[in-house]
């Protein structure tokens, strides 16, 4: 398992990089995706993820949504499912709303979502 703290040891240096973490995006999500639960698959996923580790993966997330704005979406769109169905917790929302206001392609996707 990865640290809690690792999330935020690529999301901080990513946000300093901006676009230039574009090329990294794939390497990233490889690391992201298991912390975001599958739909099909949520009781796997609520036995596994303790809630520090999922703050992290939702502020990294934040992160990246800052660092490259719309280029963005096309990595983060699969999540948003997943995403939603997570706890809802304060760290949740405010990704949300950073997705919402700086990745303007997922929008509709969150609001359709809630």
């Known amino acids: 398992l990865v640290s809690p703290k690792a999330f935020l040891a690529i999301g901080q240096p990513a946000y300093s990089m901006q676009d230039g973490i574009i090329c990294y995006i794939d390497k990233i999500f490889t690391v992201i995706k298991p912390y975001i639960p599958n739909p099909l698959e949520l009781a796997k996923y609520r036995r596994s993820i303790n809630t520090q580790v999922e ?9 990246l949504a800052k660092a490259t704005k719309d280029k963005f979406h096309i990595s983060i769109c699969d999540c948003i499912d997943g995403m939603l169905w997570m706890t809802l917790t304060k760290a949740l929302t405010d990704c949300l709303a950073v997705l919402h206001a700086n990745v303007p392609a997922v929008k509709n996707k969150i609001q359709d979502g809630l």
């Open 55 to 63: 703050g992290n993966v939702l502020q990294l997330i934040s992160l």
